[in-house]
């Protein structure tokens, strides 16, 4: 870890080859103030501009590489990023075979998944909500590497703090929608007490999605409360939590 790397950030413990490094950021670290404190790397939630450059300039002289920032729609697109990558492309996954530039995805609730293979040829970073996993966005990431001809039982994942099963409130319409794609699926909402609302484990539903599209290797988040972002509020960004008023961190993966 750089001397500069704030103590509280995440470093994956995943057994990743030499040459890939990858980091999931907290709030700690940065100088933005009142609900944004004090890391926040989100430029479109209110929060001073100069404070967030500053707060992702930082960042990436901890790291020593370039994060690219998307802008995230919850949608399913992923982006090729280079050395001429800017930050803003609209995509909520982003892959890379270059070194020197970081797939990086914000999130305040929603699940940040890194990916890479057993060669450390690529990486990948996806930002996953409830809609991106409904719809798909976890295949679209594995798929580049598929066009690599690598295996996916070659594939690691590593899932990053997110909204847990205590705090994910949902109505029918979501257990519904993940019903559609896998009956089974159903096994990952419980009844949250009131007619038509349910707690969704987003981390569970994750880990089918990624064992169903063949990879062995899922690392991380595994729905306990420590990766929660609701009730870890001195660690992390809650977008639900803080009722929209909250800043962003980030997951990034990367090739030395």
Same mark, same amino acid.
């Given at each position: ?25 907290? !709030? ?26 500053? %707060? ?15 802008? /995230? ?10 050395? !001429?990558?800017? &930050?803003?492309?609209?995509? &909520?996954?982003?892959?890379? @075979? ?12 929603? $699940?940040?998944? $890194?990916? @890479?293979?057993? #060669? ?13 996993? =409904? ?8 798929? /580049? ?8 039982? /070659? ?10 099963? /205590? ?19 159903? +096994? ?10 349910? $707690? =969704? &484990? ?14 062995? #290797? ?10 929660? @972002?609701?009730? %870890?509020?001195? +660690? ?6 803080? +009722?929209?008023?909250?800043? +962003?961190?980030? =997951?990034?993966?990367? !090739?030395?």
């Amino acid at each position: 870890m750089s001397a500069s790397q704030d103590p509280d950030w995440l470093v994956p413990d995943w057994p990743v080859p030499p040459g890939v490094r990858a980091l999931c950021t907290t !709030r700690a670290g940065g100088v933005s103030v009142g609900p944004y404190a004090s890391l926040n790397l989100g430029e479109h939630v209110g929060d001073d501009p100069v404070a967030v450059a500053a %707060n992702r300039a930082r960042l990436a002289q901890a790291l020593g590489v370039r994060p690219v920032f998307l802008q /995230q729609v919850h949608a399913t697109d992923v982006v090729p990023l280079d050395a !001429r990558s800017v &930050d803003g492309l609209c995509a &909520d996954a982003a892959s890379s @075979t270059e070194a020197g530039v970081a797939c990086t995805v914000m999130v305040a609730d929603c $699940l940040p998944v $890194l990916f @890479t293979d057993r #060669q450390g040829s690529r990486v990948a970073a996806a930002h996953a909500g409830w809609r991106g996993l =409904a719809a798909g966005v976890l295949a679209r990431a594995v798929e /580049q590497f598929d066009s690599d001809g690598e295996a996916r039982g /070659q594939l690691l994942a590593w899932l990053g703090p997110c909204i847990g099963p /205590q705090a994910f409130e949902v109505g029918d319409e979501v257990k519904a929608a993940f019903e559609a794609l896998d009956r089974a699926a159903g +096994r990952h909402f419980v009844p949250a007490g009131a007619p038509g609302k349910w $707690l =969704a &484990d987003l981390p569970a539903l994750a880990r089918r999605q990624l064992q169903a599209l063949g990879l062995a #290797q899922i690392h991380g988040n595994d729905s306990s409360p420590g990766w929660c @972002t609701v009730g %870890n509020p001195s +660690r992390f960004f809650s977008h639900r939590r803080d +009722r929209g008023v909250s800043g +962003r961190f980030a =997951a990034l993966v990367w !090739r030395t």
